[in-house]
């Protein structure tokens, strides 16, 4: 079984350029998850999606992040602008959807350096 | 190179020695949680997980440990291996959630 594919693996963009990262979480796995993660801290939830609707996104910065998880599969992370304090690993998670307290499976992240 | 983590708490330990991570979590409404690897340039990697209606897990060479009373959770790794070197992170689920909260890790060396 394959397991959570993030796309690109790393990024360099200067600040103010918009950036997108993709995300396509194992299958059969509703609940999708975009975490950042910043140099020697743990992942810090940004949004949770079930199917395809965004369930919780109280910690997404909303005046330049946004996500969309059209069809409920793949989903795609953006930001535009980008800032300097946005270099981080972004780091997609999926689990199944059958009760909370599930197992959380992480891609390999896409490692963000603004310049 | 080393460019994650640089802050992080360390434990050094000797290869075949066993070694304990500590976590301290932070809502006593958590009912579930998982030990996270994470090695250099890769995504966490679960490792084990346990209940809170459960106070000891085993798995293969890993064991968690759960003390519910005054919110800890160990990470029991024996005859440690070159291979171990990694971050681990506990993270806990709120009770009837989705919502996982991270800890903020600690770097394995495991010395030669």
């Known amino acids: 079984e394959a397991g959570v594919v993030q796309s690109p693996r790393y990024k360099i963009i200067e600040k103010k350029q918009p950036v997108a990262f993709w995300c396509n979480p194992i299958s059969g796995h509703n609940t999708l998850y975009w975490y950042r993660q910043n140099l020697g801290q743990g992942p810090e939830l940004l949004i949770r999606y079930e199917n395809e609707e965004a369930v919780d996104d109280s910690q997404l910065p909303k005046d330049r992040f946004s996500a969309e998880r059209l069809k409920g599969v793949d989903s795609t992370l953006k930001i535009q602008p980008a800032e300097l304090g946005d270099s981080a690993v972004y780091l997609c998670?999926?689990?199944?959807?059958?009760?909370?307290?599930?197992?959380?499976?992480f891609g390999s992240g896409t490692q963000l350096s603004v310049l | 190179g080393e460019s994650v983590g640089l802050h992080l708490p360390t434990l050094s330990v000797q290869e075949g020695d066993n070694s304990i991570i500590n976590c301290a979590y932070s809502?006593?409404?958590?009912?579930?949680f998982i030990w996270y690897k994470q090695e250099s340039g890769k995504g966490p990697q679960f490792i084990i997980d346990i209940r809170s209606n459960m106070d000891k897990r085993q798995g293969q060479r890993v064991t968690v440990l759960l003390n519910k009373t005054v919110k800890h959770l160990s990470l029991q790794i024996a005859a440690t291996q070159p291979g171990d070197s990694a971050v681990y992170f506990c993270a806990e689920n709120y009770s009837g959630t989705y919502k996982y909260i991270f800890g903020t890790g600690t770097r394995l060396k495991v010395l030669a």
């Open positions: 809502n006593s409404a958590s009912d579930y």
């Open positions: 998670a999926s689990s199944r959807r059958t009760g909370a307290g599930e197992k959380l499976f």
